[in-house]
């Protein structure tokens, strides 16, 4: 079987299992009829079987509700498998299925981005993170317009704002650092390997405690994990509960309070502040005189 077919039939069974209303196998393979795929129930079978193997995704089959679901406690992170497998999917719709691809891709509106660069190297850095291998990278400084070569120690990959970084350990600089895919250039992976440190693991996982980049505002490595409520208005809030600003958010009081609990940053401010009126901070206090502190110098700009 194709391995594009497969991958497509992989991500629509779990993103209809994700339903959580235990679907049967029947409506799996009618689900996938109406995306124009036809397949055996052994076939289906043997699919659901592959997803746990390959992906460690915990389908299982409930007797009492005759059908399968999920289990996210023992599985991997679902969302971001279905991630990847969704732009695999929509690239083999667009790439494969339709045999006029210049007339297709008139019908595509683009915001043309530079930094979507360097994306076709995130296997090879995947790969290099999976297996603790060293590489050499060079890396464009913005500051002097030149390329540095680093050898690095590669921990994880973030994406943020349709960006992709590599963050790394840097031998020379004995701390981590942050690389942007599209100023990286060359790529060596070395046979040389490396183990993952623990005080190292804990400084990677700050990574999922913040809006953005910076896990240590003001050079701060115990900058807290605060609890931050925002007020929105019934105009933007649908926008935010469809796009959340970080994985914590909860919505709480009359249903137009939003809670995250994350380290504050810089690029937290500017995702504030790019709300404009239409949102408020509440607290912490620290927070709510600084966006109040950074909107009157910009209204001292109009100030004429």
């Given at each position: 079987?194709?391995?594009k077919?497969?991958?497509?039939?992989?991500?629509?069974i779990i993103?209809?299992i994700?339903?959580?209303?235990y679907p049967?196998?029947?409506?799996?393979?009618?689900?996938?009829e109406r995306n124009?795929?036809t397949?055996t129930?052994?076939?289906?079978?043997?699919?659901?079987a592959?997803?746990?193997?390959?992906?460690?995704?915990?389908?299982i089959?409930?007797?009492?509700?005759n059908?399968?679901?999920?289990?996210?406690t023992?599985s991997?992170?679902t969302?971001k498998l279905?991630?990847?497998?969704g732009?695999?999917e929509s690239s083999d719709?667009i790439l494969?299925?339709i045999k006029?691809?210049?007339?297709?891709?008139?019908y595509l509106?683009?915001?043309?981005?530079?930094?979507?660069k360097?994306?076709?190297?995130?296997?090879i850095l995947?790969h290099?993170?999976?297996?603790c291998t060293?590489?050499n990278?060079?890396?464009l400084?913005?500051?002097?317009g030149?390329?540095?070569a680093?050898?690095v120690?590669?921990y994880?990959?973030?994406?943020?704002?349709g960006m992709?970084y590599?963050?790394a350990?840097?031998?020379e600089m004995?701390?981590?650092?942050?690389?942007?895919l599209d100023r990286?250039?060359?790529?060596q992976?070395t046979?040389?390997t490396?183990q993952?440190?623990?005080?190292?693991?804990?400084?990677?996982?700050k990574?999922?405690n913040?809006y953005?980049?910076v896990?240590e505002?003001?050079n701060?490595p115990?900058a807290?994990?605060?609890?931050?409520?925002?007020?929105?208005?019934?105009i933007?809030?649908p926008?935010i509960?469809s796009?959340?600003?970080h994985?914590?958010?909860s919505?709480s009081?009359?249903?137009d309070?939003?809670?995250?609990?994350?380290i504050i940053?810089?690029?937290l401010?500017?995702?504030?502040?790019?709300y404009g009126?239409?949102?408020e901070?509440?607290?912490?206090?620290?927070?709510?005189n600084?966006i109040?502190e950074?909107?009157?110098?910009?209204?001292?700009?109009?100030?004429?």
């Amino acid at each position: 079987m194709n391995n594009k077919n497969t991958i497509r039939r992989d991500y629509l069974i779990i993103r209809r299992i994700m339903r959580g209303d235990y679907p049967s196998a029947s409506l799996l393979l009618q689900y996938l009829e109406r995306n124009d795929i036809t397949i055996t129930l052994r076939t289906l079978q043997r699919d659901m079987a592959d997803i746990r193997s390959n992906f460690d995704i915990e389908v299982i089959y409930d007797s009492k509700k005759n059908g399968y679901y999920i289990d996210e406690t023992c599985s991997m992170d679902t969302d971001k498998l279905l991630y990847f497998l969704g732009l695999a999917e929509s690239s083999d719709i667009i790439l494969s299925s339709i045999k006029d691809k210049q007339k297709l891709l008139k019908y595509l509106s683009i915001s043309p981005n530079p930094h979507a660069k360097g994306v076709e190297n995130i296997g090879i850095l995947l790969h290099a993170i999976q297996q603790c291998t060293v590489i050499n990278i060079s890396h464009l400084s913005y500051q002097t317009g030149e390329q540095k070569a680093y050898t690095v120690e590669p921990y994880l990959l973030k994406e943020f704002e349709g960006m992709w970084y590599l963050f790394a350990y840097c031998e020379e600089m004995r701390a981590f650092r942050t690389f942007g895919l599209d100023r990286i250039g060359q790529i060596q992976v070395t046979d040389r390997t490396f183990q993952r440190r623990e005080e190292l693991e804990r400084t990677a996982e700050k990574f999922e405690n913040v809006y953005g980049l910076v896990y240590e505002p003001n050079n701060n490595p115990n900058a807290p994990i605060e609890e931050v409520k925002l007020k929105v208005s019934s105009i933007m809030l649908p926008y935010i509960q469809s796009l959340p600003i970080h994985s914590s958010q909860s919505i709480s009081g009359d249903g137009d309070v939003i809670t995250l609990h994350l380290i504050i940053n810089p690029e937290l401010e500017n995702k504030i502040m790019s709300y404009g009126e239409y949102i408020e901070v509440l607290s912490p206090h620290s927070l709510r005189n600084k966006i109040k502190e950074r909107i009157m110098q910009s209204l001292s700009k109009y100030d004429d």
